[in-house]
């Protein structure tokens, strides 16, 4: 067994955010010497669950092994429905286990890429399960930052009450854009709503959801008035500069 190159995929295993025991099993798996090695591990995240089917290929000439691709699968109960994709190792391009649950689950991922002049760029990726490629795979829709989609503005339409919160604001940010469906709180009418939201590049905007998954009417939502707007941005500044106040001891 080559000990430099089961580390060496144990390493990229651990970049690519998959565990642990995903290396273990490979190393037990190489003691083989078999010529392909199938590896499969599924991760169950808020009612979402996704096997991983993570594929090596022994070299014809020596003991080294080479991790291929994987296939993500988000499994929905119903295998007519499953929805799979398959990602290829490409170097600086590599998509992550975490980014590619969200891809498969349909949401919109951004991620820095790289051109084939070696330069890197940012992009959002999304896979579009309407169309397949040459080689049976779905189609990777890519949003670059020339497209003009700007996840804070698109935000920042709605009355969010986190979008208040200089710390919440940036998790929030840091969160969808890793292609997460995140919880938030919506002011309407001086009632609060607890609704799920996710970034939609390709329409420029976000997508909200109910606690059931059901589509929520964005224009039912969106501030009209900009003055509501400033409103709303003046009264959570002010919420926030008297908590800062009181853990201050000050009088507010």
Request: aromatic fraction near 8%; proline fraction near 2%; charged fraction near 30%.
């Amino acid at each position: 067994m080559n000990e430099n190159n089961l580390e060496f995929l144990k390493n990229s295993l651990d970049r690519l955010d998959f565990p642990a025991e995903v290396g273990n099993r490979l190393a037990k798996e190489v003691e083989t010497q078999k010529p392909e090695i199938q590896l499969t591990h599924e991760v169950n995240r808020n009612n979402e669950t996704v096997q991983f089917d993570l594929n090596f290929r022994k070299s014809n000439t020596s003991d080294m092994y080479f991790f291929n691709g994987y296939q993500a699968t988000l499994k929905t109960g119903h295998d007519a429905q499953d929805k799979t994709q398959e990602f290829r190792m490409r170097s600086g391009n590599n998509v992550g286990a975490d980014e590619a649950f969200n891809l498969v689950a349909g949401r919109a991922v951004q991620k820095s890429m790289v051109n084939g002049d070696g330069d890197a760029y940012q992009a959002w990726l999304k896979v579009d399960f309407s169309q397949k490629d040459n080689y049976g795979n779905h189609k990777m829709d890519q949003f670059s930052e020339r497209y003009g989609y700007n996840l804070e503005k698109a935000l920042d339409k709605f009355p969010i009450a986190e979008l208040g919160r200089p710390e919440e604001r940036k998790d929030l940010l840091e969160s969808l854009k890793a292609g997460n469906s995140i919880a938030v709180s919506f002011t309407k009418e001086g009632k609060e709503a607890l609704l799920f939201v996710e970034a939609n590049p390709r329409l420029r905007t976000i997508n909200i959801k109910d606690e059931k998954g059901v589509s929520v009417r964005r224009d039912q939502l969106e501030i009209k008035d900009k003055s509501q707007s400033a409103k709303i941005a003046e009264n959570k500044g002010q919420d926030q500069s008297q908590k800062a106040g009181k853990k201050q001891g000050l009088s507010v």
